[in-house]
């Protein structure tokens, strides 16, 4: 079955520096990669998706970009700010009739000011 | 329209009672899931629920167990509570389409004592 392994599992940055998270996918026949941010005492928020046939995705200061072949994607954000501190999720699945994510463990990002 | 709904939000209960949360999804969805969340633990998924058929199962024992009504509105339920069950319980409604946002509630927080 889908393994997703999501790194690193703390990212600390300086306020107005850019965070990347990565994560990697074993099953090739994923084609939805969600990101979620879960703020404190509240459920995950979907922020940015992105599908097989595309390479890359933007909104404002969040981009997504998946690389197929190598079976990884990963979240760009920049010009950090306070507000970015929260736990982020990525996931894989395959979207089908029964598709079903899997999730990588969360990083915790810090954004310090 | 109204977000996921979770009731309770907080409980507490002693080890080998049972407990029963339940989870409102957004009008018109279908789909309900269920995660177990830990302190500095990602996402462990429980069930999925469709059209009232448990759909997916994780790796959890059988003292959990869940349901999903007419109305789509789901129940989970564990019984002989161990102290290891203290957690965040989150539920999750999507309408399940193609490309359907996972949309969370706040979670019931779980503490066995």
């Known amino acids: 079955g889908e393994n997703v392994e999501q790194h690193p599992s703390t990212l600390s940055v300086q306020e107005g520096d850019s965070a990347v998270i990565k994560c990697t996918y074993s099953?090739?026949?994923?084609?939805?990669f969600p990101w979620y941010k879960q703020e404190l005492g509240k459920g995950p928020q979907l922020i940015i998706d992105i599908r097989s046939n595309v390479g890359e995705k933007k909104d404002q200061r969040i981009a997504v970009t998946l690389n197929k072949t190598a079976k990884h994607f990963s979240l760009h954000i920049t010009e950090t700010q306070p507000e970015d501190s929260a736990v982020y999720f990525c996931a894989a699945s395959i979207e089908d009739s029964n598709y079903q994510l899997i999730w990588g463990a969360g990083t915790k990002l810090i954004i310090k000011p | 329209k109204a977000g996921v709904t979770q009731t309770p939000r907080y409980l507490i209960k002693t080890r080998g009672q049972q407990v029963t949360l339940s989870c409102s999804p957004i009008s018109g969805h279908r789909s309900v899931s269920w995660y177990q969340q830990t302190p500095g633990q990602g996402l462990q998924f429980l069930f999925e629920?469709?059209?009232?058929?448990?759909?997916n199962k994780g790796n959890f024992p059988g003292r959990f167990s869940g349901r999903q009504f007419s109305n789509s509105r789901s129940e989970m339920n564990v019984s002989t509570l161990e102290l290891g069950d203290s957690a965040l319980y989150l539920c999750a409604s999507s309408s399940h389409t193609l490309g359907g946002e996972a949309f969370f509630g706040q979670g019931t927080r779980l503490t066995v004592v």
């Open positions: 629920y469709f059209s009232e058929t448990q759909r």
């Open positions: 099953d090739s026949a994923s084609n939805y």
